[in-house]
């Protein structure tokens, strides 16, 4: 079981990232003061499962567009969409730009090719689940969205 790790909110108006157990998997959630910082820290929080995103340079850009009926099912296509282009392109993405329109996503995600030795991958992500999926506005007005992802 990877290390729980995490970021918190200094500022309101910032975003942050955590994980939560859950079982033999992981839960990753972002938040945010909009739905998209909410979606961008979630794909943080994915690449914090398998390594500290502050560790990954912004070498190579991944254009990623995905779309779904709610905002829950496309928080699961996104995140599975990024362990898609990060298991083909062999790559991790440590910094993220969402756009969110009518239940579609474009986003860019940009990192760099995973080296063992410098990033030290914990486990392997094999895709984000329906389990304690959620996306919603919070009573003082931020976003959540998170889910459980398999490893």
Same mark, same amino acid.
């Given at each position: 079981m990877p290390r729980? &790790?995490?970021? #918190? +909110? %200094? &500022?309101? +108006?910032?975003?942050?990232?955590?994980?939560?157990?859950?079982?033999?998997?992981?839960?990753?959630?972002? &938040?945010g003061p909009t739905r998209e910082v909410a979606f961008e820290q979630a794909a943080m929080a994915l690449t914090g499962v398998l390594t500290d995103p502050a560790g990954v340079q912004a #070498?190579?850009? %991944? =254009?990623?567009?995905?779309?779904? =009926?709610? +905002?829950?099912?496309?928080? %699961? +296509?996104?995140?599975?969409?990024? %362990?898609y282009e990060m298991a083909v392109r062999r790559l991790l993405f440590g910094r993220f730009s969402v756009r969110l329109s009518?239940?579609?996503?474009?986003?860019?995600a940009w990192g760099e090719p995973v080296d063992r030795s410098t990033h030290r991958p914990a486990v392997e992500v094999k895709g984000a689940t329906y389990t304690a999926l959620r996306v919603a506005q919070e009573p003082d007005g931020r976003w959540v969205a998170e889910c459980v992802v398999d490893v």
């Amino acid at each position: 079981m990877p290390r729980l &790790r995490g970021h #918190r +909110d %200094v &500022r309101m +108006d910032e975003g942050a990232w955590e994980h939560f157990e859950h079982g033999a998997d992981i839960g990753v959630r972002g &938040r945010g003061p909009t739905r998209e910082v909410a979606f961008e820290q979630a794909a943080m929080a994915l690449t914090g499962v398998l390594t500290d995103p502050a560790g990954v340079q912004a #070498r190579e850009h %991944v =254009p990623i567009a995905c779309e779904a =009926p709610d +905002d829950e099912l496309l928080l %699961v +296509d996104w995140l599975n969409a990024l %362990v898609y282009e990060m298991a083909v392109r062999r790559l991790l993405f440590g910094r993220f730009s969402v756009r969110l329109s009518d239940h579609r996503l474009e986003a860019e995600a940009w990192g760099e090719p995973v080296d063992r030795s410098t990033h030290r991958p914990a486990v392997e992500v094999k895709g984000a689940t329906y389990t304690a999926l959620r996306v919603a506005q919070e009573p003082d007005g931020r976003w959540v969205a998170e889910c459980v992802v398999d490893v």
